[in-house]
């Protein structure tokens, strides 16, 4: 049975143990979006969206969907490991997708900030969800999130009301429970920031036991005027975890929001980062690094859709690639019509360590208002020889010389990040892996 | 009159300079494309048998192959059974020189400013015309005979040095590289032969002149260079077509061979008939350019000013096989009105030490959209490849576009890559600066254009560069506002 199929059978399953919500009326939108998911099939090499990354070739072989779904259990200090320290947040830990109130901790949030399980928001503020739900990442483009809106059911809802900063940040936890058998999960978050409000999200991935893990999560974020949002993606992950994730922004007028993408592991990888400016005076910042080795493939999308005018983009994507690692990127920015003065630049800069390491780059401006400035760069090569001449010549072993440089590459992205602790961490974390691994 | 008073002169007159069209007697063959047309045109220019098989076996691949749609234009479908596949200007005997070349056909190319004598004598470039689909005079052949340059049209070729035409025709473009070759190989009707002989540096430019007169015809021209060891060739290239309400379909296919050392410098000024300002009539361009540096240290430069056809689709590329070999990509091009252009370039690394550069100068006005699609690949084996690539795009007016699409491949890690992309329109301060010093703002924005185009203009040789200034001023006549 193919891939697809199998993905589909499984809908019965899961549309029986939903009990009391196939009534409601977000089921409609999982029907659709199963409808949505067959006519667009599972997106092969042919598709120009996924021409570097074959997801169906690595998915077939990985895994078995027919047998997915051993029970998950997983204890406070498991969790508790994967927390990042030093780091004051609200922990919300998901297992195999579906929150875990008893792992999570809360403490101190201020009023009427709602953070609930998706499945439970779903019951409870049935009218709001609904206005939400679905309205900003479009299953009917992409084959992933129609795969998850049709099995969506558990995850987050976190709604901001106006004139609110939120002082700790959110951290999510993801945690796969792939120690009795294989783990694939479709978690969903809703994120919803009234205006004038502020808040940090942190996303983390991780996995425990030996068997395969796929997670196919989609995130939808809607920063209303004059809000700000940092949202923070961290993927170091096993060998044996497979991500594919979609994150939706809606920006309305004068709202800031910055992305942050750290992969330092997994199996295969693909981040797609889609903003949409939908108002005038926002500004949107994506960052993203990723240090990759061994047979890691890592590939991120990013979208920028400029709708109104005087707004500002900004995004920065470096890459350290070492053994077989494939390395993917393609940045796109539209500038619509309306969309004058706008100001959009893209860098994407690559340094390639081995023969046998791979990296397409596909940096994509297509504009059609004319009073802009945009501009995009993009580099692939190795270190500078001078700079390591200059190292060595000062007495560093041409080891330390390399990871000097390295780090001085890398670091430049994790510099921009606004959490110390957060920063602190990733440093300590890249130093280690520059050391040990390149 | 200075040269700035001929540019002013040509801002007043709006229309499509080369719009004319004289009535030809023309020998045609019926419309549309089956086995039977292909056998009628390699009948009608007696080809040989393999020649034959050659294009029945691209006739048979087409069919079976699809219109590609990746590209990022529109345009209705094309009936591929509503073209005349070829047509001849009518003339009983082949001239032997250009004084027995049908006077009106002289006139035809006097009125595009390449009077062939006039070039033959003054220029010292040698000129190969081709008309519709036929090579209709080439000049300066004798002269290159002497140094065993070889350059006349392709069916001459086909006739005369079957042995080099079989051994590269091909080469470079196979058969079944994509759609538009495979139906240009299945039908092409002439074009033009360049051979250059080792260790030979061709004295003087040679160059080729397209013109599509008769109506619905399409024009598949074969154009098939090569270069011996140590040679040296720089090739022009330039086309106009007269103005008319339907689409017409251009299908070229261009294949450049060039050995160890050799090097090809090719100029092309395309400035087919653009349509008009509602997207009425038009030449589809669909062209296929690529050269291989097959040997080491050879080097294939491309220069590109596009400033006609109603969608251009095009990508000269190179292929670096020899170890140090060079590739170059210079590209200026304009769109106005309802013009389409999808163009850039391919860079194949796969010889070590090889080196390419790309510049790439978009300018869209009116209601235009203006692609830059290119692809740098650098294979595994390809140690220290380089690359630099630029692509800035200049935005004339708020309901035009500029897009990017460049890919970058790499699989070899001493690589070094680099691309950078602007899009910008002109400043207004940088026009204020000009109108103050009097200078009105049509003026200007050809000043600015002209400067901001200089580095790909500087490529051309002479009299292409000064041809190619004028016309750059030409498109973008009216579309300031």
């Known amino acids: ?438 | 009159m200075s040269k700035d008073d001929q540019i002013l002169e040509e801002f007043t007159s709006k229309e499509y300079e080369h719009g004319w069209n004289i009535d030809m007697e023309a020998d045609q063959a019926p419309k549309g494309l089956s086995e039977d047309i292909v056998r009628f045109i390699s009948a009608k220019k007696e080809e040989p048998e393999w020649l034959l098989d050659w294009r029945l076996k691209a006739y048979k691949k087409w069919t079976q192959m699809e219109e590609p749609d990746w590209a990022n234009v529109k345009f209705p479908k094309i009936n591929y059974q509503d073209i005349i596949y070829y047509s001849a200007p009518k003339q009983k005997v082949k001239p032997k020189s250009l004084d027995e070349v049908d006077p009106e056909m002289l006139e035809t190319f006097k009125k595009l400013g390449i009077s062939l004598e006039e070039q033959k004598r003054l220029t010292g470039v040698a000129v190969d015309a081709v008309f519709d689909s036929v090579s209709v005079a080439t000049t300066f052949k004798d002269k290159l005979a002497e140094l065993g340059i070889i350059f006349c049209s392709f069916s001459e070729a086909v006739q005369d040095h079957p042995e080099l035409v079989k051994k590269y025709i091909g080469s470079v473009v196979p058969v079944n590289d994509n759609y538009f070759a495979a139906l240009n190989s299945a039908v092409f009707s002439d074009g033009s032969f360049c051979y250059i002989p080792k260790g030979v540096r061709c004295p003087m430019e040679l160059s080729t002149y397209f013109r599509i007169n008769a109506a619905n015809t399409g024009q598949f021209e074969r154009t098939l260079i090569v270069a011996e060891e140590g040679s040296y060739v720089s090739y022009l290239e330039g086309c106009t077509a007269p103005q008319r309400d339907e689409n017409q379909l251009h299908a070229a296919v261009v294949e450049i061979y060039a050995q160890a050392d050799a090097e090809v410098k090719y100029s092309t000024v395309q400035n087919w008939y653009p349509g008009d300002e509602n997207g009425k009539g038009g030449i589809y361009n669909f062209v296929t350019k690529r050269g291989i540096c097959a040997g080491d240290r050879s080097k294939i430069s491309w220069t590109q000013v596009e400033t006609g056809s109603a969608v251009t689709w095009k990508y000269p590329s190179c292929i670096l096989k020899g170890d140090h070999s060079q590739g170059e990509f210079y590209s200026v091009a304009v769109t106005n009105k309802m013009q389409q252009a999808d163009t850039g370039t391919k860079m194949i690394h796969i010889g070590k030490n090889t080196k390419s550069r790309i510049v790439s100068k978009g300018v869209s006005a009116g209601k235009s959209q203006n692609s830059y699609r290119g692809q740098v690949k650098v294979m595994k084996r390809a140690e220290n490849a380089r690359n630099f690539s630029q692509c800035d795009s200049l935005l004339m007016g708020n309901l035009c576009g500029a897009h990017t699409f460049p890919y970058i491949d790499i699989e070899n890690s001493s690589a070094q890559v680099e691309h950078e992309a602007t899009t910008s329109k002109i400043g207004e301060d940088q026009i204020f600066y000009c109108t103050q010093r009097g200078i009105d703002e049509e003026s200007a924005i050809a000043l600015i254009v002209n400067g901001y185009c200089k580095e790909v203009l500087n490529q051309l040789p002479m009299e292409f560069a000064v041809e190619a200034q004028k016309l750059l001023a030409l498109t973008l006549e009216g579309s300031v506002g």
């Open chain 1, 1 to 438: 049975m193919s891939l697809q199929e199998n993905l589909i059978k499984n809908f019965e399953a899961f549309e029986a143990q939903l009990n009391g919500h196939a009534s409601q009326p977000e089921h409609t939108t999982r029907k659709n979006a199963l409808e949505a998911f067959k006519t667009l099939g599972f997106p092969g090499p042919k598709n120009e969206e996924y021409k570097y990354t074959n997801l169906q070739k690595s998915l077939e072989k990985a895994f078995d969907f027919g047998k997915i779904g051993a029970e998950a259990s997983i204890t406070k200090e498991q969790a508790s490991k994967y927390f990042i320290p030093k780091l004051d947040t609200h922990k919300i830990v998901f297992v195999n997708g579906k929150f875990d109130e008893k792992l999570s901790s809360i403490e101190g949030l201020e009023e009427q900030v709602v953070i609930k399980d998706l499945s439970t928001a779903f019951t409870e503020d049935s009218e709001k969800i609904n206005k939400l739900f679905s309205k900003q990442a479009d299953y009917k483009k992409d084959a992933f999130v129609a795969l998850n809106t049709a099995y969506s059911l558990d995850g987050s809802f976190i709604h901001v009301p106006k004139n609110t900063v939120v002082k700790k940040p959110i951290a999510l936890y993801f945690v796969n429970d792939a120690s009795e058998g294989q783990s694939f999960n479709n978690p969903r978050n809703i994120f919803h920031i009234e205006r004038n409000s502020e808040v940090t999200f942190l996303e983390d991935f991780n996995t425990e036991g030996a068997h395969e893990s796929l997670t196919n999560i989609v995130s939808e974020i809607i920063v209303e005027e004059n809000a700000a949002v940092e949202y923070y993606k961290l993927q170091n992950n096993k060998d044996t975890a497979y991500h594919v994730g979609t994150t939706q922004v809606h920006q309305e007028r004068s709202s800031r929001f910055s992305a942050y993408t750290f992969t330092l592991n997994g199996a295969m990888i693909r981040n797609n980062m889609n903003i949409v400016v939908d108002g005038e005076g926002c500004e949107s910042n994506m960052y993203g690094l990723y240090l990759i080795n061994g047979n890691t493939h890592v590939d991120n999308h990013t979208e920028v859709d400029h709708i109104k005018p005087n707004c500002v983009s900004n995004e920065l994507y470096k890459g350290i690639l070492d053994d077989s690692s494939h390395g993917v990127f393609n940045g796109k920015v539209f500038v619509r019509q309306e969309a004058q003065k706008t100001n959009a630049f893209q860098s994407n800069k690559n340094i390639l360590l081995s023969d046998t390491s791979v990296m397409n780059s596909k940096p994509q401006l297509e504009i059609w208002a004319d009073d802009v400035k945009c501009s995009h760069g993009c580099t692939t090569g190795q270190l500078d020889e001078d700079g390591m001449f200059y190292l060595r010549a000062r007495g560093l072993s041409v080891e330390s010389a390399r990871a000097l440089m390295l780090y001085a590459f890398a670091v430049d992205v994790v510099s921009s990040i606004k959490l110390e602790p957060l920063k602190e961490f990733l440093q300590n974390l890249i130093s280690e892996r520059l050391q040990n691994d390149f």
